[in-house]
Nanobody, 124 residues
């Protein structure tokens, strides 16, 4: 049984910051990778950032590079997404995903587990 629980979403003004958390509840060892995706109304879900937990290699979507940082706490089986200088276009439901099956990190079908999401709203 695996459960991913996101938290930390909310409403902020443009230029503000939020930190999202994704806690993994599982008896398994850490996942090989954990990612954040987002989906705005009427748009497809897109990959935001990934961390490969063993090597600590990270990748980001071009739209968030330099503003978002993904990090991990292996002891807590938790991944964070620090979001700075938020823009209205960052408004979306943010989802945590875990356990990559290989392939491109930003492809939804490459993940085994998903959280329920946390809403981020950025006002101008």
């Amino acid at each position: 049984q695996v459960q991913l629980v996101e938290s930390g979403g909310g409403s902020v003004q443009a230029g503000g910051s939020l930190r999202l958390s994704c806690a993994a509840f599982t008896s398994n060892d850490r996942f090989n990778c954990m990612s954040w995706f987002r989906q705005a109304p009427g748009k497809e879900r897109e990959g935001v950032a990934v961390i490969f937990t063993g090597s600590v290699i990270t990748y980001y979507a071009d739209s968030v590079k330099g503003r978002f940082t993904i990090s991990q706490d292996n002891a807590k089986k938790t991944v964070y997404l620090q979001m700075n200088n938020l823009k209205p276009e960052d408004s979306a439901m943010y989802y945590c995903a875990a356990s990559c099956r290989g392939g491109t990190w930003s492809t939804q079908s490459n993940y085994n587990y998903w959280g329920q999401g946390t809403q981020v709203t950025v006002s101008s």
